[in-house]
């Protein structure tokens, strides 16, 4: 069929026309002027139905919501109806290109920059700082001009001033958010009340606390708690006596033969003429007493039954951080003037079952927010190592304890349990089967590295420097913490060691030889299986929805299925080494923190679903076979609704000439997985 002429519409304006567009919501066709006045015709009779002047200079494009660009180096959003929502500007030079990016949801606009700024639409907001495109973008000699999104080939295309074209490639595996901070990171956690907050310990002893706006989900707002030397001096040490009157009561105990006045002269010996080469000696003395004190936030996690964040420093303290009590009474016995008044008054608009009606109010209601609009201040200082502390686990009253209680470890090798309720070291690990009371309250012959807790057999286990994962059986008595079996058979130090509650239950660990292991969570507690993680392994979580592993291997994320352990997804963004990884089931998303400082926050991965075959060999959809090709995806590109997840990232490339082959993918009773000899991003 050809192409029919229906109207000509005469002199639309007196100055020359420099953008068409296109309204579908409405049916209608937009112009744009030099002097930049915008109208808008009906599609059909080309009827003219508005003007608009909302533009100072030349109108360069059009983008339905509808989005402007001019000359007046701003952009504009429309509402369908023609009605301005948000006016976009502060830019260095005229806006010379605007695109849509739907995957995730974002407007890139050139503005004489060599890089796009980055808006939510429906905010407004400026979201360039927490996406991870332009972050590491040096400045370059050109400027973007020409803005332009393809959605077959999910690519973002730009021209420069000096003739270039400038690609980027959606990555569905790529970083959603990243969130630069001043200072190297070596620890997260995060609470799962409502609003999710995020927690991160970094290496100048800060705690910083991270919250996503309401306004869209890239933006988060931080506070920072940060603990100075005048404050710490006030703050209670537990632990210190607690442990001395322990080991002296021990000591008692263990060598009653010897007189009671010995034992005080040694002790004072020992510690005034300790050997320069004792192992054990306090590497890192105490913050107050040094003014460069060595803060590091080595572990953070957070206490739900008692809104408590618990950091384990490299000053050799664990601090405990709680709600601040005074200023969550204050808050919550603010009430407006004449409340009740006014509910009396309004009461037949209120619906039946509103909080509002004094018969429907509940206690403790909103106390979450109350609290977090409070803050945290410092409750206690635990002192009762004598070195870095690397390692914390809680174990609460649902495990049948009578307080909530925590264990830390460290470089001292020590093992303490506290009690966090009360505020007090309850007890020590105690090697009772040892002669030497030097080395009774070693739990290992390396540094503690890292631990974790078996809620299904009611043990820990510890990862050591000696090669040596260590497992016990937990009790509050420190005696009583013996020794149920070791893991051998990593040829380097073993950084971290997770309990894997899916399935049967297994132990995962992964060391600096570049391997993760998987041990039977029970008898002989066997290696099962060894994978290679291309690199020392610094940290691993388990995704608590599917069981898969998420291995922070140097700058790298590999996520490895459960069932057949294959590499299945592969996160790359970070530009140092990966200190810690969390997973946020609520949102089934990864958080990692590095050495580069930044925060970045993943989708994370789905297990692909079963196809389902018919008995016959086919489909069930047609009568066609299923072949090896058939309905085959990339999978660093899967659309956005099949993942169920947030927006990846962008990547950057430039045309040069060079084809980019398309990576051979196969398919399986199990779904779809890249290669074997490929990574997927």
């Known amino acids: 069929?050809?192409?029919?002429?229906?109207?000509?519409?005469?002199?639309?304006?007196?100055?020359?026309?420099?953008?068409?567009?296109?309204?579908?919501?409405?049916?209608?066709?937009?112009?744009?002027?030099?002097?930049?006045?915008?109208?808008?015709?009906?599609?059909?009779?080309?009827?003219?139905?508005?003007?608009?002047?909302?533009?100072?200079?030349?109108?360069?494009?059009?983008?339905?919501?509808?989005?402007?660009?001019?000359f007046d180096k701003s952009v504009k959003i429309w509402s369908v109806d023609g009605k301005p929502v948000h006016k976009l500007d502060n830019f260095l030079s005229t806006v010379s290109g605007i695109c849509y990016v739907p995957r995730n949801k974002t407007v890139w606009v050139a503005g004489g920059t060599s890089y796009a700024s980055l808006f939510d639409p429906k905010s407004g907001d400026n979201v360039s700082d927490f996406i991870g495109t332009f972050q590491q973008q040096e400045e370059e000699k050109y400027q973007l001009q020409m803005l332009k999104y393809f959605g077959?080939?999910?690519?973002?295309?730009?021209?420069?001033?000096?003739?270039?074209?400038?690609?980027?490639?959606?990555?569905?595996?790529?970083?959603?958010?990243?969130?630069?901070?001043?200072?190297?990171?070596?620890?997260?956690?995060?609470?799962?009340?409502?609003?999710?907050?995020?927690?991160?310990?970094?290496?100048?002893?800060?705690?910083?606390?991270?919250?996503?706006?309401?306004?869209?989900h890239f933006m988060y707002s931080k506070e920072m708690y940060q603990l100075s030397d005048s404050k710490l001096?006030?703050?209670?040490?537990?632990?210190?006596?607690a442990r001395e009157l322990m080991l002296e009561q021990q000591m008692s105990q263990s060598l009653p033969s010897r007189p009671a006045t010995a034992r005080p002269e040694t002790r004072s010996s020992n510690r005034s003429v300790q050997s320069h080469y004792a192992f054990n000696k306090p590497s890192i003395p105490p913050v107050s007493t040094h003014n460069h004190a060595n803060t590091t936030i080595l572990k953070i996690i957070f206490v739900e039954s008692l809104d408590f964040i618990i950091a384990a420093s490299e000053d050799s303290n664990v601090y405990v951080w709680g709600f601040d009590d005074d200023a969550v009474k204050a808050l919550q016995h603010m009430k407006p003037q004449d409340l009740q008044k006014l509910i009396s008054k309004y009461s037949i608009l209120l619906d039946s079952d509103s909080d509002l009606l004094p018969q429907n109010a509940k206690q403790g209601d909103g106390d979450s927010v109350t609290n977090r609009v409070a803050g945290f201040v410092c409750k206690h200082v635990f002192a009762g190592h004598n070195s870095c502390v690397t390692s914390l686990v809680v174990i609460g009253r649902d495990q049948g304890l009578n307080s909530t209680d925590v264990l830390s470890a460290g470089w001292d090798r020590r093992i303490c349990l506290w009690d966090l309720e009360a505020g007090d070291l309850h007890d020590t690990f105690r090697n009772t089967g040892s002669t030497n009371l030097?080395?009774?309250?070693?739990?290992?012959?390396?540094?503690?590295?890292?631990?974790?807790?078996?809620v299904k057999y009611n043990e820990f286990a510890y990862a050591s420097s000696d090669k040596m994962v260590y497992i016990r059986k937990f009790n509050t008595n420190g005696a009583k913490m013996t020794l149920?079996?070791?893991?051998?058979?990593?040829?380097?130090?073993?950084?971290?060691?997770?309990?894997?509650?899916?399935?049967?239950?297994?132990?995962?660990?992964?060391?600096e030889d570049s391997t993760i292991r998987i041990w039977?969570?029970?008898?002989?507690?066997?290696?099962?299986?060894?994978?290679?993680?291309?690199?020392?392994?610094?940290?691993?979580?388990?995704?608590?929805?599917?069981?898969?592993?998420?291995?922070?291997?140097?700058?790298?994320?590999?996520?490895?299925?459960?069932?057949?352990?294959?590499?299945?997804?592969?996160?790359?963004?970070?530009?140092?080494?990966?200190?810690?990884?969390?997973?946020?089931?609520?949102?089934?998303?990864?958080?990692?923190?590095?050495?580069?400082?930044?925060?970045?926050?993943?989708?994370?991965?789905?297990?692909?679903?079963?196809?389902?075959?018919?008995?016959?060999?086919?489909?069930?959809?047609?009568?066609?076979?299923?072949?090896?090709?058939?309905?085959?995806?990339?999978?660093?590109?899967?659309?956005?609704?099949?993942?169920?997840?947030?927006?990846?990232?962008?990547?950057?490339?430039?045309m040069e000439g060079e084809d980019n082959p398309d990576s051979e993918v196969f398919t399986d009773t199990d779904g779809e997985y890249a290669s074997p000899g490929e990574e997927t991003e």
């Not at 001096?233 to 006596?241: E, I, V």
Request: glycine share 10%; charged share 25%.
């Open 1 to 70: 069929m050809a192409m029919e002429k229906m109207y000509t519409i005469r002199d639309t304006h007196t100055r020359s026309i420099t953008a068409i567009g296109y309204n579908p919501g409405r049916r209608e066709i937009l112009i744009g002027c030099e002097d930049g006045v915008i109208k808008t015709y009906e599609a059909e009779g080309g009827k003219l139905v508005m003007v608009i002047t909302e533009h100072k200079g030349w109108v360069t494009d059009f983008l339905y919501w509808i989005l402007t660009g001019s």
């Open 152 to 216: 077959e080939l999910n690519e973002v295309v730009a021209s420069t001033s000096r003739r270039h074209l400038v690609v980027w490639k959606y990555n569905s595996s790529g970083c959603i958010t990243a969130l630069k901070c001043r200072s190297s990171l070596e620890s997260l956690c995060y609470t799962k009340k409502v609003p999710i907050l995020l927690f991160s310990g970094d290496n100048e002893g800060v705690i910083i606390k991270w919250e996503r706006m309401q306004s869209n």
């Open 233 to 241: 001096r006030k703050q209670r040490k537990a632990g210190s006596k």
């Open 438 to 454: 030097e080395n009774m309250e070693l739990a290992c012959d390396g540094v503690i590295m890292d631990m974790d807790y078996s």
């Open 484 to 511: 149920v079996n070791t893991l051998q058979g990593h040829e380097g130090e073993i950084t971290c060691v997770r309990w894997n509650p899916h399935g049967k239950g297994s132990w995962v660990t992964g060391s």
């Open 520 to 654: 039977a969570g029970h008898g002989l507690n066997e290696c099962e299986t060894v994978l290679s993680a291309q690199g020392g392994v610094c940290c691993l979580c388990i995704d608590m929805q599917n069981g898969a592993l998420v291995v922070g291997a140097q700058k790298y994320i590999r996520v490895y299925d459960p069932e057949s352990y294959r590499l299945a997804q592969t996160n790359e963004g970070h530009t140092d080494a990966i200190r810690s990884i969390i997973h946020i089931p609520e949102r089934n998303q990864y958080v990692s923190c590095s050495w580069d400082k930044t925060i970045r926050v993943w989708n994370g991965w789905k297990m692909p679903k079963r196809k389902r075959q018919s008995k016959d060999g086919k489909n069930g959809k047609g009568n066609e076979p299923k072949t090896s090709t058939s309905a085959v995806k990339k999978v660093g590109f899967v659309d956005q609704e099949d993942t169920g997840g947030e927006r990846g990232d962008m990547e950057n490339s430039k």
